[in-house]
């Protein structure tokens, strides 16, 4: 196991309260949420559904609702909640005095 | 080998029959019914809240057309047999058609007596037995004129109450002393009397009518005493004879009804009569429970079992007037045998009276409150020995066994085989033990899995205090349905506190009524966003982060991320500069996908959400600004082209439309609202089919509104004529900043009319100025806020962030 590359993608302050911004990588989009506790959680930005962007959900909790089909995931496990089943990737990620880092194993590897 | 059953009549009886014949023998019979009304089967108990209004047709239906299909019956609309050949054993219609037959049941129902005086047949005099007489009756209400019911029974009563309620004046003619004097003894017939005269419907007894006058058209109905009482409509309700002639025709024994025996054969083996034309040990039924009864013997029989047998029984009558409470049961006569127990509270409006014999109930007529008739039906049915509780029986249920005035403990302690449900026989066993085998939760499962309530509707609290019995807290029928899983309050409650404890910020509303979330959910957080932009304009900064995402970006998201943008057309006029415009925005960002849309307006589709503010950018330089396609907010005004070029133009239908939608765009409303305005009758703007919508006239600006063309489809309703363009805005605005304050999110105008009722909105926008001027200031000052074009306020950057990814990574840098 090679230790995480972790992927400097801006500072906390970008993304708004209960809300999400995008990271565009080259296997799609990951959606960057922060919740109304200033938590911030990464997951693909892909619906298992339909392949909604999940970043454009409303936020609430630690869950984002998809604004194509309201399936509604945790941003902690990817999972889809209530009576939908499926799940999406969650990214890893830190914050450091504000800043955000996500940790891309496959791409790091690919990009090198 | 399948035999061929073949029934002629399509009313309540035969449905029910053929319903319990599909379930004990599915295949047994190749089904066929004549019906000479070109219809499905539908519930006559319903027609009187048609009349009035508190229900639509389509709301009345029993089986539609999809049921016959699906059990492979061949129904024939509006075929009127006119020949049964009983050695033949086959039966033909007006149009020709002739079916053989193994078996045959007749259900011909019932006509309407005509009482035979001079003039009776002329244009304008109806019975009223069926939907074209309601739809007869509504065409003449429309002409608000005077109407005289004859009849004072159960349906003239509630005929005359449709009508009155449809703005006739209307006067009921009774030939005997006291109302319903059948079922009612004098004492409740005069409180119904009074009752039906607070209404505004004039009531005359001991009438006898001697002639009904006109030329050709009713002018008046004549009474015995010479009294002329003018009437552009009369209904005839006196009663109903058997339809019995199709079977006296081909030589079936028949009496007053079709003779049959108690397992519903008539004197011919193959045919069986069941229903209103059915005579039953010397009695005929006009009530819906014998006749659904002789339904189940009939099936029975059908189906092979011979052991069936109908049986009398004492139906309880109820009327079904709105507002006016009435229970009458069993015999009611004065007698030297019989002691009677009466109760009167005049204060109240309530009297009842228990008529008894040798300590037994035999009759009862309650008024005013009726609820406890299941109970005493019950005592009645099973002649139960009252000497016991004699001095309180009349007190009811609850004062019996000490037990405190708690209506579930009356309900609790009914017994298991108790009626319920007296239209359809459903006894209190039958729906505590399907609730439980079935796991039913909602009164509408109840009702499609036992019958009980889904006919005249007047057991419903009953069957809704059996269904929290049996579910104990999971069900309760006066709770509301709560917004979301976040709060037990339902939105209307919400809505009331919000302004009662004037709360102002998202946060205040979920601390102040405790919601058992941190921050919301998706779907109570839009809601309290827009009750808030609503109820203080001036104060709430809009909460963005709560606002689906097609409101945040104001474009609609497409199925592949992609948005459509749709710019304003005012009134859908547009010209050459507008559309090159478009057109050079669809080159320069190379959009897939240009589309005319319903409202009047062109749709870009297909549009990167990081292009949106250049493509607003380019469109506002050409004066656009967006259309708001997005929006629980008003959308569209539709037009025709109005007296400016049609040659039928009443009035500039156009100029209107482009009036209102400047006014009102950038205003939110609890769901999205499609306006019309057509400048004549021929209505082009489809206005009739809108949210809001004007019909041009001569004489001024027709106004319509709750109208539906999605999911549900519904002409709209007339609010009312204004004469000038000026009171044609005020009123769509008051009408429409009232369905901003009360409708409930997400709720379409339709829907929350509905709840409301028509005649409450008419109330307060048309006939109270006050209230509708005070509407019209609060939409006027709610405006001041909303009306800031969003596409521009992009284009300056507001909200930037949201169309820029916050990073690129990943990507092979070399590549630069």
């Not at chain 1, 309201?70 to 009576?83: D, H, Y």
Request: net charge negative; proline share 4%; glycine share 10%.
């Amino acid at each position: 196991m090679s230790e995480m590359d972790w992927i400097a993608i801006g500072t906390l302050d970008d993304i708004p309260v209960r809300g999400a911004r995008c990271v565009t990588t080259p296997q799609g989009k990951i959606g960057v949420f922060r919740t109304a506790e200033d938590q911030v959680f990464a997951i693909e930005d892909h619906c298992p559904h339909k392949g909604g962007p999940l970043s454009q959900g409303i936020v609430h909790g630690a869950a984002v609702t998809c604004p194509l089909h309201n399936w509604v995931f945790s941003l902690e496990t990817g999972r889809a909640q209530g009576a939908d089943e499926g799940s999406v990737r969650t990214i890893p990620l830190k914050v450091e005095e504000g800043r955000l880092f996500i940790a891309l194993d496959v791409l790091a590897s690919k990009a090198a | 080998m399948t035999e061929r059953l073949v029934i002629i009549g399509n009313g309540m009886a035969p449905g029910r029959m053929l319903e319990h014949l599909l379930e004990a023998a599915p295949d047994r019979y190749q089904v066929t019914i004549f019906n000479a009304e070109p219809r499905v089967n539908y519930d006559r108990i319903m027609l009187s809240p048609v009349l009035s209004g508190e229900k639509g047709y389509e709301e009345i239906i029993i089986h539609g057309d999809g049921w016959y299909i699906k059990h492979g019956i061949m129904l024939y609309k509006g075929h009127r047999i006119v020949a049964i050949d009983r050695a033949a054993k086959t039966v033909t219609s007006d149009h020709g058609v002739t079916e053989p037959y193994d078996k045959l049941v007749i259900a011909t129902g019932s006509v309407p007596f005509i009482i035979p005086v001079p003039g009776n047949d002329m244009a304008g005099v109806l019975s009223y037995r069926d939907l074209d007489d309601v739809n007869s009756m509504l065409l003449a209400a429309q002409s608000r004129a005077k109407a005289v019911v004859i009849g004072g029974g159960l349906l003239g009563l509630e005929a005359a109450a449709g009508l009155q309620s449809r703005g006739m004046d209307v006067t009921v003619l009774h030939v005997m002393s006291t109302l319903m004097e059948r079922q009612l003894d004098p004492a409740a017939g005069y409180l119904l009397q009074k009752a039906v005269e607070a209404r505004g419907i004039k009531v005359i007894t001991k009438a006898n009518t001697k002639a009904i006058v006109g030329n050709g058209k009713v002018e008046g109905v004549e009474l015995a005493d010479g009294t002329i009482i003018a009437a552009n409509l009369v209904v005839m309700a006196v009663g109903i004879r058997p339809n019995a002639a199709i079977a006296r025709d081909a030589g079936i024994e028949t009496n007053r009804g079709i003779v049959v025996d108690h397992g519903m054969s008539t004197s011919d083996p193959d045919v069986m009569a069941l229903g209103e034309c059915a005579e039953v040990g010397g009695q005929v039924y006009g009530l819906v429970a014998p006749l659904y009864e002789m339904a189940r013997v009939a099936a029975s029989h059908l189906a092979g079992e011979e052991g069936a047998r109908f049986v009398h029984s004492d139906t309880p009558t109820k009327l079904k007037v709105t507002g006016i409470d009435l229970y009458s049961l069993g015999d009611f006569a004065d007698g030297d045998d019989r002691e009677e127990i009466v109760l009167r509270d005049a204060a109240a409006g309530i009297y009842k009276r228990l008529v008894l014999k040798d300590n037994r109930l035999i009759g009862t007529v309650l008024y005013g409150e009726t609820g406890d008739g299941a109970w005493f039906n019950d005592l009645k049915k099973k002649q139960t020995d009252i000497s016991e509780m004699r001095d309180t029986l009349i007190f009811g249920q609850a004062y019996q066994g000490g037990s405190p005035l708690d209506p579930m403990a009356a309900v609790a302690a009914l017994a298991d085989d108790a009626e319920i449900c007296g239209c359809n026989g459903v006894c209190k066993g039958k729906i505590t033990g399907t609730i439980t085998s079935k796991g039913l939760t909602s009164l509408d499962d109840v009702r499609a899995h036992t019958k009980a309530s889904a006919s005249c509707g007047s057991c419903t609290g009953l069957v809704e205090q059996l269904m929290s019995l049996t579910l104990g807290d999971s069900y309760n029928p006066t709770a509301v349905q709560p917004m979301c899983k976040c709060t037990d309050f339902g939105h209307d409650d919400v809505r009331r506190l919000i302004k009662a404890k004037g709360l102002k910020t998202i946060p205040e509303v979920m601390q102040e009524l405790q919601w058992k979330t941190s921050c919301g959910c998706a779907k109570c957080r839009p809601a309290l966003n827009y009750y808030l932009v609503c109820d203080w304009p001036d104060e709430y900064a809009d909460d963005y982060q709560s606002r689906f995402i097609n409101e945040r970006v104001h474009a609609n998201i497409q199925k592949d991320g992609t948005y459509s943008v749709v710019p304003r057309m005012w009134g859908g006029v547009t010209n050459a500069n507008e559309l090159r415009a478009i057109a050079d925005v669809v080159d320069k960002f190379e959009i897939p996908l240009v589309k005319v849309t319903g409202g009047q307006r062109i749709d870009m589709l297909g549009i990167r959400k990081e292009d949106l503010p250049a493509v607003w950018s380019d469109l506002g330089k050409a004066g656009f600004v967006s259309g708001h396609a997005y929006a629980k907010g008003l959308r569209t005004v539709k037009t025709c082209v109005g007296s400016d070029w049609c040659r039928f133009g009443t009035q500039d239908s156009t100029g209107l439309g482009i009036r209102i939608e400047k006014f009102m765009w950038g205003s939110w409303t609890p769901a999205k609202l499609k306006m019309a305005v057509s400048g004549c009758p021929r209505n082009c703007a489809e206005a009739t089919c809108k949210d809001v919508g004007v019909i041009c006239v001569d004489s001024g600006f027709e106004i319509h509104f709750a109208g539906a063309a999605g999911l549900d489809i519904k002409g709209t309703e007339v609010l009312g004529l204004v004469k000038s363009e000026d009171e044609a805005l005020e009123v769509i605005i008051a009408l429409t900043q009232m369905y901003r304050e009360q409708g409930r999110y997400l709720e379409r105008i339709y829907k929350w009319a509905k709840r409301v009722g028509v005649a409450e909105i008419k109330r307060q926008i048309l006939d109270d100025a006050d209230k509708r001027t005070a509407y019209y200031d609060r939409f006027v000052f709610s405006q001041k806020f909303a009306q800031v074009d969003p596409w521009s306020e992009r284009v300056s950057g507001k909200d930037k962030h949201e169309f820029r990814p916050m990073a690129s990574v990943g990507f092979a840098e070399a590549a630069e």
